[in-house]
């Protein structure tokens, strides 16, 4: 005997589309695929299918969990975080759904902090990000949704926008699987960062023998302010990384030596004395040599300078 699972109808409102009701749509349809459950996504206002959806996303005027109703243009809203930082649809789908995709509550929330909320101030009309020239602006998941809309030329071409839309919502899909792995490998990476910052003697320099991020450094090393330098793998090279001063800040808590920089090849090991150096970035917070050695003793010419 054969069981078939009933097909989940997702509704979210047809026009226009936008960032948060794509990647609501694109986590509803990451979890239904992992658990291997039929669904379908309808792009209407229709009040009588939206009455009868399963899931409804940014239209409805309801915020209910419950009922699986995910909108927040209804008066009041759907509320705020404690930042501030109001929920559109995808929140509302990401607080639901996103403990169900994630592995454990940091990724959950890293995704909450570093896109979630982001596309959720914006379609709310909070600003997070202050321009510096009006209309100079970054590109991002705005400009790639924004691209997907009709144009005037296309104004009418439901079949064509809906395709658009079903399109960012794989695009998106497959960006959030990869942020879920990241997030892991990043989880990962900060536990070895802290082991071997446990395990060292003279915390000044860290060596790291993997390729890792500044983003996992900084936080592990945020609050151990002695250590100025890490010395990991740069693909198939190695570089020495200055630390740098504060989380959200640029300035190193110990730059490399001024005259390092832009210098390359045989003028930086000429000027240093280390044989296989090969960069030195002109910001002075790296710079690479092809081998550990190399990059350890481009780490001690800089605590002397």
């Known amino acids: 005997m054969r069981f078939f699972k009933k097909k989940k109808i997702i509704v979210t409102h047809n026009g226009s589309f936008h960032a948060d009701d794509i990647f609501a749509c694109a986590t509803l349809s990451l979890y239904f695929e992992r658990e291997n459950a039929p669904y379908t996504i309808v792009r209407t206002r229709d009040e009588q299918k939206i009455k009868n ?36 649809s995808f929140g509302l789908v990401w607080k639901k759904y996103g403990p169900l995709l994630s592995a454990n509550s940091e990724i959950m929330n890293d995704i909450d902090r570093r896109i979630v909320q982001a596309i959720d101030a914006i379609d709310n009309g909070m600003s997070i990000t202050e321009p510096v020239e009006c209309g100079l602006y970054d590109y991002g998941i705005h400009g790639i949704v924004t691209a997907y809309q009709n144009t005037w030329k296309e104004a009418g071409q439901m079949e064509k926008q809906y395709t658009s839309f079903i399109f960012l919502v794989n695009f998106f899909k497959k960006i959030l699987v990869r942020e879920l792995e990241r997030c892991q490998h990043r989880l990962d990476m900060m536990k070895l960062i ?11 320099v860290l060596e790291i023998p993997y390729h890792v ?14 250590v100025l330098f890490i010395v990991c793998r740069s693909n198939t090279n190695w570089k020495v990384l200055a630390m740098r001063k504060e989380a959200c800040s640029f300035e190193n808590r110990k730059a490399l030596p001024k005259d390092w920089a832009g210098k390359r090849g045989e003028a930086l090991q000429k000027i240093t ?7 030195c970035h002109n910001a002075l917070f790296m710079a690479v040599s092809e081998s550990k050695e190399g990059a350890h003793q481009l780490a001690r010419l800089a605590l002397r300078d």
């Open 273 to 279: 004395g280390v044989s296989d150096a090969v960069f």
């Open 53 to 88: 959806a399963d899931i409804v996303v940014d239209v409805g005027g309801i915020h209910d969990e419950s009922q699986e109703c995910y909108d927040h243009h209804q008066s009041g809203g759907a509320g705020s975080r404690d930042n501030g930082i109001p929920y559109a």
């Open 213 to 226: 991020g500044v983003g996992s450094l900084i936080q592990v090393l945020d609050k151990h302010k002695e």
């Open 194 to 204: 802290e082991e071997i910052y446990q395990e060292t003697q003279d915390k000044t």
